[in-house]
């Protein structure tokens, strides 16, 4: 469950510029597949460092990411 996780929608928040809260649901969702299918564990670091490199990767592609 997403309130399970070490890191959470509001760190990326806190951390990050994006406002978008589709984008922040998407990359929570994916947090969550991830712990649950092993591919991550679920500790802050690990969770952290892959949803900012999600965050970089739309940055990449020219997702808006400062939208309400």
């Known amino acids: 469950r997403v309130c399970d996780l070490a890191f959470k929608g509001q760190d990326i928040?806190?951390?990050t510029d994006l406002k978008d809260v589709r984008l922040i649901g998407?990359?929570?969702g994916d947090l969550?597949?991830?712990?649950?299918?092993g591919k991550l564990p679920n500790e802050y670091e690990?969770?952290?460092d892959h949803a900012l490199k999600?965050?970089?990767?739309?940055?990449?592609?020219?997702?808006p990411h400062g939208r309400d």
């Open 13 to 15: 928040l806190e951390l």
């Open 32 to 37: 969550v597949l991830s712990v649950i299918t």
């Open 54 to 63: 999600k965050i970089a990767s739309f940055s990449a592609e020219g997702t």
């Open 26 to 28: 998407e990359i929570v």
């Open 46 to 48: 690990a969770l952290k």
